[in-house]
């Protein structure tokens, strides 16, 4: 009983194409001038040369990894319309040209004298509130030193180069086919060409990225490893193959200590360094092109003003430099400042307005959520995603019957969004009050309303929530929605003024297993009674800091896993397999499976892998599926045209 519009792509309630990004805290334990640029690189070329199969026939080593292709990249289309001009783009922004650095905040001079700090979680962007140009490298006190270039392992400053065969995956080559190149010899596909790069283009550096055979991207983003999962439709394929980051960040760790000079590293998937630096953890949605922005954008602030509630991952700290002891819901809130715009790494608006849909741009737009928290629990990993596909499906459908925000309308927050979501992260009573055009509401009773309009709108046109209605995802998706709510009413109450103390500790140990920030709070807080010290003592934030911690058996969140006390949705098992399978359903089928079968794969992007195919005086382009969505049937005569495009000889 699901939606399927005319052009055949599935969209329900809760099935839509998304992708997640996050970038990983990153450290080498007791050294304090560690450069988190080169340990990010080094930890990305270290998984990247294992990632692919061996040679056949005896051979040592593996294949050379999969780079990136740069061509179809365009981060500065903006979804109010328009394109920004790149003379007048932040450095930042400009993530489509690896041979340029990219900064990622303030870059004040060095003063004298001045010692440097460890970065401690993976320093990157500043939180600054005004932009500001700068180079992500290593953590000063409230500073940041510009990072030094490393031939071979630094941050992006040339084209990128597949070694061995020379493929720049940044070169701006014709996107088709050269004077007097004939792809008629290929098998059916929609194939392109580009230029093979001159050998001087061929000794410049690279970026360092790699394509996994999962499907997924794992790169350097300013100064750390960023884990971009593959395409996926339901929220529960987004939460493993999120998770399936965890296993590939232990494996590079694992990959790097390997090395005969490699240093022991800790990746943390959190978002914070602790003093002023936060790195971010994305979230992106195809929504139908036909819905106006003007309202999307007005349904998504107060949706994603108040989510952190539910999905939040907590945090040690108020404040951008956690300059006031405390604890709150989010680790993002203190970093957003606006309410819209394309910047990423400064002024951080709720809704991001980067529209770069890698698809049908007629058809789709991108939206990219960049206020989330990188989850270690299972449950707000997954409702991060649901609930976002369940208010983006109402509005998708509410525009299709000619309807306006219906009961969603009035709860425009007005005045300073960003003072109010700060100060809803800031108060782990739950008591703090929006001011709505309707009233004051809390974030509870705002995310309640959303849920209300949604399961209206579900009763409505399938007679009902239940799996049977609507399936098994939306069903799993409004249970959980509701429960968690619920959850945190018990918890806000228990906290009003002449409620006992055991009140609170029952309702914080009903949502712990649930709610991430619950579970964080309750752990620090039981350490500050047995030690008998406040929320400044570096031991709470610590503790903060190994709740993230990705090394295999010693991050807090994974014991709470293991033991039970954190409610699962996936088991190890799916989440190992999801770390070297790719999704189905999606393109990203096509393009992991390629990766791990065809060694004459050797760049790729979200819409195309790039062949090096002896027999042809250019590389050869093979297009993915426009529309993300890719059955079984497109995906293996996609790969069959890959396969006799490479063992052929082009004849």
């Known amino acids: 009983m699901r939606q399927v519009p005319a052009d055949g792509c599935l969209i329900g309630p809760t099935t839509r194409p998304v992708g997640l990004e996050t970038e990983l805290g990153v450290l080498e334990p007791g050294n304090l001038y ?45 979804l109010r319309g328009g394109h920004l001009d790149r003379a007048a783009a932040h450095p930042s922004l400009l993530t489509d040209d690896p041979t340029a650095p990219a900064p990622s905040g303030e870059e004040p001079s060095l003063p004298d004298g001045v010692a440097l700090l460890p970065a401690a979680a993976g320093a990157s962007d500043s939180g600054t509130r005004t932009p500001g140009p700068s180079a992500a490298g290593p953590v000063l006190a409230g500073h940041r030193v510009p990072a030094p270039a490393v031939a071979g392992t630094s941050q992006p400053q040339a084209a990128s180069f597949q070694a061995g065969t020379g493929v720049p995956t940044g070169h701006r080559g014709s996107v088709g086919a050269a004077p007097g190149q004939d792809l008629a010899d290929l098998p059916p596909g929609p194939w392109g060409a580009r230029p093979r790069p001159t050998v001087a283009e061929a000794a410049l550096a690279r970026a360092t990225t790699a394509v996994l055979g999962n499907g997924a991207r794992f790169y350097v983003d300013h100064a750390h490893p960023e884990y971009s999962s593959p395409e996926v439709l339901t929220p529960l394929d987004a939460l493993v193959w999120d998770r399936a980051g965890e296993v590939v960040a232990q494996r590079a760790m694992a990959a790097l200590a390997a090395q005969a000079d490699g240093p022991q590293t800790v990746l943390y998937k959190n978002n914070v360094d602790g003093k002023g630096a936060t790195y971010g953890s994305h979230e992106n949605y195809l929504v139908r092109r036909q819905l106006p922005f003007t309202g999307l954008s007005a349904a998504l602030v107060p949706f994603l003003l108040t989510r952190p509630v539910l999905v939040g991952a907590g945090r040690v700290g108020l404040g951008q430099r956690s300059q006031e002891p405390g604890f709150q819901i989010s680790q993002r809130a203190d970093y957003v400042c606006c309410e819209l715009g394309l910047q990423t790494t400064f002024n951080r608006p709720v809704v991001n307005t980067r529209d770069e849909p890698h698809a049908d741009a007629a058809r789709w737009r991108r939206l990219h959520v960049i206020n989330g928290d990188a989850n270690m629990f299972d449950v707000p990993g997954y409702l991060k995603v649901a609930t976002t596909n ?28 960003a003072e109010q979501h700060w100060a809803m992260s800031h108060d782990t009573t739950l008591s703090f009050r929006y001011d709505t055009e309707r009233g004051p509401l809390s974030a509870l009773q705002v995310q309640r309303l959303h849920l209300e309009a949604v399961r209206a709108a579900l009763l409505e046109d399938f007679g009902g929530t239940d799996a049977a209605q609507v399936g098994e995802e939306t069903s799993r998706a409004l249970r959980l929605w509701a429960q968690v709510l619920g959850l945190l009413d018990r918890l806000a109450a228990a906290q009003q003024p002449g409620s006992r103390p055991e009140q609170r500790a029952a309702a914080v140990e009903q949502a712990a297993p649930l709610v991430e920030w619950v579970a964080k709070m309750q752990l620090c807080e039981a350490l500050i009674g047995r030690h008998g010290c406040g929320w400044a003592d570096p031991r709470v934030a610590a503790l903060d800091l190994q709740w993230a911690d990705l090394r295999e058996g010693r991050g807090v969140a994974q014991r709470l896993r293991a033991t039970g006390r954190a409610h699962r949705l996936t088991t190890d098992a799916q989440v190992r397999r999801a770390a070297d399978q790719p999704p189905a359903g999606t393109r990203a089928a096509v393009r992991g499976r390629a990766v791990a079968r065809f060694p004459q794969v050797v760049a790729a992007s979200w819409t195309s892998l790039v062949l090096d195919l002896p027999q042809h005086p250019c590389l050869v382009r093979l297009s993915l599926p426009p529309e993300v969505r890719c059955d079984e049937k497109q995906a293996q005569a996609l790969l069959e045209a890959i396969s006799q495009a490479a063992t052929s000889g082009g004849d």
Request: charged share 25%.
């Open 34 to 78: 560690a450069n988190p640029v080169v340990l990010a690189s080094r930890l990305v070329d270290a998984y990247a040369a294992v990632s692919r199969p061996a040679p056949p026939a005896g051979g040592s080593g593996s294949w050379p990894p999969v780079r990136w292709d740069y061509e179809a990249e365009d981060p500065l289309a903006d």
């Open 390 to 417: 369940l208010l983006l499906w109402l509005l998708e459908r509410a525009h299709d019957r000619g309807q306006d925000l219906g009961p969603l309308t009035g709860l425009r927050v007005r005045g300073d969004l």
